[in-house]
């Protein structure tokens, strides 16, 4: 499965992005994706997930409240929608994609995208 991030940018706190992330395969409406982000000198961290039917969501504590992750199957798109960005928000978002969704660690999910920048002003 190909991923491919887009979406990101530059905005002021307070502010708000949608990040969309296309898949190869209409393999892809079977598989958990999420959203993870790497910030300069940190780990790539979880932010959010969800399942393949967008029955179940998942969400880092910091980002509850203002991020919410979505679907289009027919698409074979995954987004995550952010409001009220923050400044300590700012890092490359990448999508993952797994046939099982078992965990949020980075090494659970097997296939990548590219990253998009999201930078937030203060």
């Known amino acids: 499965v190909q991923l491919q991030a887009s979406g990101g940018g530059l905005v002021q706190a307070g502010g708000s992005l949608r990040l969309s992330c296309a898949a190869s395969?209409?393999?892809?409406?079977?598989?958990?994706m999420g959203w993870f982000r790497q910030a300069p000198g940190k780990e790539r961290e979880f932010v959010a997930a969800?399942?393949?039917?967008?029955?179940?969501?998942y969400y880092v504590d910091s980002v509850k409240g203002r991020f919410t992750i979505s679907r289009d199957n027919a698409k074979n798109t995954v987004y995550l929608q952010m409001n009220s960005l923050k400044p300590e928000d700012t890092a490359v978002y990448y999508c993952?994609?797994?046939?099982?969704?078992?965990?949020?660690?980075?090494?659970?999910?097997?296939?990548w995208g590219q990253g998009t920048q999201v930078t937030v002003s203060s």
């Open positions: 993952a994609a797994d046939p099982d969704w078992v965990g949020v660690q980075p090494y659970e999910f097997d296939y």
């Open positions: 969800i399942s393949w039917d967008a029955g179940s969501t």
């Open positions: 395969e209409r393999t892809f409406s079977s598989y958990a």
